[in-house]
């Protein structure tokens, strides 16, 4: 299961990484002054990690509902980090737009595949 798995699996423990990270942490890299750029990071993140997942399982999606069922793993695991860092962080909090574009990064990917996928070629 983990060798099918393989990538999703190391970039969730990146997005870990991330999440549970001190605060501090990335204020030192702000190079960058853009509003909301963290809300865009949340979106590409949780869009990697949903493209990830279905282009490891590519062949294995017999229908939509199964790819909307597996789409639920980054969702819940993004609301859970959101927990977390309330819980085991001490500069970092949760935040419900947080979770919405967590959601919004994986519904995103979830519906480009759904419309690419008719002309994916096994």
């Known amino acids: 299961m983990i060798k099918n798995n393989l990538f999703s699996i190391a970039f969730s423990l990146v997005i870990l990484y991330l999440?549970?990270?001190?605060?501090?942490?990335?204020?030192?890299?702000?190079?960058?002054?853009?509003?909301?750029?963290?809300?865009?990071?949340?979106?590409?993140?949780?869009?990697?990690?949903?493209?990830?997942?279905?282009?490891?399982?590519?062949?294995?999606?017999?229908?939509?509902?199964?790819?909307?069922?597996?789409?639920?793993?980054?969702?819940?695991?993004?609301?859970?980090?959101?927990?977390?860092?309330?819980?085991?962080?001490?500069t970092r909090r949760a935040d419900i737009l947080d979770i919405m574009f967590n959601s919004a990064g994986t519904a995103v990917a979830v519906c480009i595949w759904l419309f690419f996928r008719p002309y994916y070629k096994k």
């Open 19 to 90: 999440s549970l990270a001190n605060a501090e942490t990335f204020e030192e890299i702000g190079f960058f002054d853009i509003p909301y750029l963290d809300k865009f990071t949340h979106f590409g993140l949780y869009f990697t990690f949903m493209s990830v997942i279905l282009l490891e399982h590519r062949n294995s999606f017999i229908n939509t509902r199964q790819i909307i069922l597996v789409a639920l793993i980054p969702v819940f695991f993004g609301g859970l980090m959101e927990l977390f860092q309330t819980g085991f962080t001490t």
